[in-house]
């Protein structure tokens, strides 16, 4: 024996882990097996979509001339940034590309339209994002608005805005509201 008879034998320490070794295993278990449940990302917060523009005036204004079929802009400043929000009565435009427009149904409705490639480009922007939902919640005969946001990228329903454009198009059928635009008066 080794020892001298009056101690106990020696005990092995296990190595303990490094930081470094603990990112490094933790990336290749993320990589491999994905987060468990203790590590799953929080749920993102419930933001009221459109609730700073439904009670703004100018806003109001915006949608007032919209439903007439006149002229009407602002500008709105997100980030530093300012961008033009204006409609020339068929059509509502963000920083000069169109967003939503209207066609006529009949003679007391006209159809709401989405453009997807320009909702697409502009989704990263707050300010807008908030513009599109603003705007199918302040016409209420469309329907409850199925346009959501969703870690900056837009849902129609379940689906990614994005998902249906190229089978369907870049127009987005909404729904119909009721236009306000004075009527022909028939001919006698």
């Given at each position: 024996?080794?020892?001298?008879?009056?101690?106990?034998?020696?005990?092995?320490?296990?190595?303990?882990?490094?930081?470094?070794?603990?990112?490094?295993?933790?990336?290749?278990?993320?990589m491999?097996y994905g987060?468990?449940?203790?590590e799953?990302?929080?749920?993102?917060?419930?933001?009221?979509?459109?609730?700073?523009?439904?009670?703004?005036p100018?806003f109001?204004?915006?949608?007032?001339?919209?439903?007439?079929g006149?002229?009407?802009?602002?500008?709105?400043?997100?980030?530093?940034k300012?961008?033009?929000?204006?409609?020339?009565?068929?059509?509502i435009?963000?920083?000069?590309?169109?967003?939503?427009?209207?066609?006529?149904l009949?003679?007391?409705?006209?159809?709401?339209?989405?453009?997807r490639?320009a909702?697409i480009?502009?989704?990263t922007i707050?300010?807008?994002a908030?513009?599109?939902v603003?705007?199918?919640?302040?016409?209420?005969?469309?329907?409850?608005?199925?346009?959501?946001?969703?870690?900056?990228?837009?849902?129609?329903?379940?689906?990614?805005?994005?998902?249906?454009?190229?089978?369907?198009?870049?127009n987005?059928?909404?729904?119909s509201?009721?236009?306000?635009?004075?009527?022909?008066?028939?001919?006698?």
């Amino acid at each position: 024996m080794t020892t001298p008879p009056g101690k106990a034998p020696k005990k092995v320490k296990e190595k303990r882990q490094t930081p470094e070794e603990r990112q490094e295993a933790l990336r290749y278990n993320h990589m491999m097996y994905g987060p468990t449940a203790g590590e799953m990302r929080p749920a993102a917060k419930k933001i009221n979509l459109g609730a700073s523009y439904l009670k703004h005036p100018k806003f109001q204004s915006l949608m007032t001339a919209f439903k007439k079929g006149t002229a009407f802009r602002f500008d709105v400043t997100d980030r530093g940034k300012v961008y033009t929000v204006s409609t020339d009565g068929t059509q509502i435009l963000f920083d000069g590309k169109v967003i939503y427009y209207s066609r006529p149904l009949n003679k007391h409705e006209d159809n709401l339209l989405l453009d997807r490639v320009a909702t697409i480009q502009f989704q990263t922007i707050d300010a807008f994002a908030h513009l599109a939902v603003a705007i199918l919640r302040s016409l209420p005969e469309v329907g409850s608005p199925q346009l959501s946001l969703i870690h900056q990228q837009f849902y129609y329903g379940t689906e990614p805005l994005e998902a249906g454009g190229a089978e369907l198009g870049t127009n987005l059928l909404i729904g119909s509201y009721k236009h306000s635009k004075a009527l022909e008066k028939a001919r006698k």
